[in-house]
């Protein structure tokens, strides 16, 4: 109801709402504008049943305008299907995002825009079957990329471009049958690869040749029978 965290605004850091069964019509635009200490979303497990899509395409973004000073933003098992352009605007200072077990297939140009702060994305357990250029150009600080158990079958050359700083890559357990020779040449600071339970056949020579700081590659359970010299 509105002014339910009435008084709390100059206190609450942390605000769990996980598991409860809130529809998106009674979230007021700017319910959460004045918190201005809040630092932890939980919106995990809430049966937002309007909330079938995040962008301007399906609802206003609103309802989380303000949220200047939140770092970590839990959105898994919401049956999300897209992120549209500019989702996540104004959230400049989020470190952690988790969108894990959604059902989310399209990630529209410009989805990730406004995260600068990044250290954290959690895509895991959706349904994604692609992986655009420039997805992620903007996540500077971005230290780990998780996205297990989709079905990603292409990645684009330029997927990973301005990922400077990511350590941590999982692509396990998707559909990938073949990666081009430059497909991780942006991420010179990766130390663990997981491309374990996909569908590769064959390793080129130059697949891993610009990961200098790699310490952990996992492979297993692929279709791999020709590993080219190199």
């Known amino acids: 109801e509105p002014g339910a965290f009435a008084g709390l605004e100059e206190s609450l850091e942390v605000l769990d709402l996980k598991c409860n069964k809130i529809l998106l019509s009674t979230i007021e635009c700017g319910s959460f504008a004045h918190m201005s200490k809040l630092?932890?979303?939980n919106l995990s497990s809430t049966d937002l049943i309007s909330f079938k899509s995040i962008g301007k395409s399906s609802i206003s973004f609103e309802t989380l305008d303000g949220?200047?000073?939140?770092?970590?933003?839990?959105m898994a098992s919401m049956k999300i299907s897209s992120i549209g352009t500019n989702s996540f605007f104004q959230l400049?200072?989020?470190r952690l995002l988790d969108l894990r077990y959604n059902k989310i297939r399209v990630l529209e140009p410009g989805a990730f825009n406004w995260l600068v702060s990044l250290e954290e994305l959690l895509l895991a357990n959706n349904l994604l079957r692609m992986v655009d250029a420039d997805t992620f150009v903007y996540m500077k600080k971005l230290r780990c990329l998780d996205l297990k158990n989709n079905e990603i079958a292409w990645v684009s050359s330029n997927a990973f471009r301005g990922l400077d700083c990511?350590?941590?890559l999982n692509l396990g357990?998707?559909?990938l049958d073949k990666l081009k020779a430059n497909t991780f040449c942006e991420l010179k600071h990766l130390t663990h690869l997981d491309l374990g339970q996909n569908r590769l056949e064959s390793i080129s020579s130059l697949a891993f040749s610009k990961l200098h700081n790699l310490a952990c590659l996992s492979l297993k359970a692929n279709m791999i029978s020709v590993i080219e010299p190199g």
């Open 173 to 175: 357990e998707n559909r």
């Open 92 to 94: 400049k200072n989020l």
């Open 166 to 168: 990511l350590e941590r």
């Open 39 to 41: 630092t932890r979303l």
């Open 67 to 74: 949220l200047f000073c939140v770092e970590e933003l839990l």
